[in-house]
């Protein structure tokens, strides 16, 4: 069945640094695929999204892209601030399950220090 | 636009009780969805709906139910409560159902069951 790897956390970066954050994924066909993050005591937002192979996401200067032939979907920054503090979530939909379901990575724990 | 609404935020109940949890999507979202959050298992699917209609169900026992309204709020029910039942709710509501469909979250309901 559908399956999101994350890379395990947490991850602790200073002001300014470059994020990295790993995601691979497991599905028949091409699913949809998503980056979400959760800030302490909210919900889920959708940060970004690619819906084909070699697709580009981007948002709030996050990046992420839809490498069919590796199976992955890394979620990059070129400058993290503190503000980026947050839990990160890897999510794809389609593959073996049908409608809007997702499929979660385990959540990568993010702390920017100034 | 208001977004996802979830009631209530925090709940305590004592284990064999039953809860209901309640969900307003987006104006115009047809499309109702619902995951568990906990520490161990990260975010797993529940159920969705669309037009008052199960669509989709995950693996989770007969003690979890839902159903969804003509005006496509929904309400999710869960019997006979257990410790493990403690968790963090989330509702996320969509347009259609679809893998390419972004999901709106609410905040989530806290259950602790003691």
């Known amino acids: 069945g559908n399956s999101v790897t994350q890379m395990e956390g947490p991850v602790t970066l200073s002001e300014e640094a470059f994020l990295t954050i790993n995601c691979t994924y497991t599905a028949t066909g091409y699913p949809s695929l998503f980056w979400y993050v959760q800030y302490p005591g909210e919900g889920l937002q959708l940060l970004l999204k690619a819906t084909k192979a070699d697709d580009k996401g981007s948002n709030k200067g996050f990046e992420a892209t839809y490498r069919k032939e590796t199976t992955s979907f890394h979620l990059e920054k070129g400058s993290v601030q503190v503000s980026d503090s947050a839990v990160y979530f890897c999510?794809?939909?389609?593959?073996?399950?049908?409608?809007?379901?997702?499929?979660f990575g385990e959540g990568t724990q993010l702390t920017v220090n100034p | 636009k208001a977004g996802v609404t979830q009631t209530p935020r925090y709940l305590i109940k004592t284990r064999g009780q039953q809860v209901t949890l309640s969900c307003s999507p987006i104006s115009g979202h047809r499309s109702v969805s619902w995951y568990q959050q906990t520490p161990g298992q990260g975010l797993q699917f529940l159920f969705e709906y669309f037009s008052e209609t199960q669509r989709n169900k995950g693996n989770f026992p007969g003690r979890f139910s839902g159903r969804q309204f003509s005006n496509s709020r929904s309400e999710m029910n869960v019997s006979t409560l257990e410790l493990g039942d403690s968790a963090l709710y989330l509702c996320a509501s969509s347009l259609v159902v679809g893998m390419n469909t972004e999901a709106f979250f609410g905040q989530g309901t806290r259950l602790t069951v003691v």
């Open positions: 999510a794809l939909s389609g593959g073996e399950t049908s409608g809007s379901r997702l499929t």
